[in-house]
């Protein structure tokens, strides 16, 4: 019984490690759509307060 304990260790690790290695190779979403939405809004007001300073 002592023996089957000892290759559980073992067998949980590799479980383990298969779970965390299938969550770390998991495809991400890629994208910049709302960090380009963002800094064309920052570019818009950017272009309004430069035009009003010039009046």
């Given at each position: ?8 260790i ?8 298969g779970?965390?290695?299938?969550w ?8 910049d ?23």
């Amino acid at each position: 019984m002592a023996a089957l304990a000892w290759l559980l260790i073992p067998f949980t690790a590799a479980v383990g490690a298969g779970l965390w290695g299938s969550w770390a190779a998991r495809s991400r979403r890629t994208g910049d759509g709302p960090e380009l939405a963002g800094y064309a809004r920052f570019r818009a007001a950017m272009e309004k307060s430069a035009s009003a300073a010039e009046r």
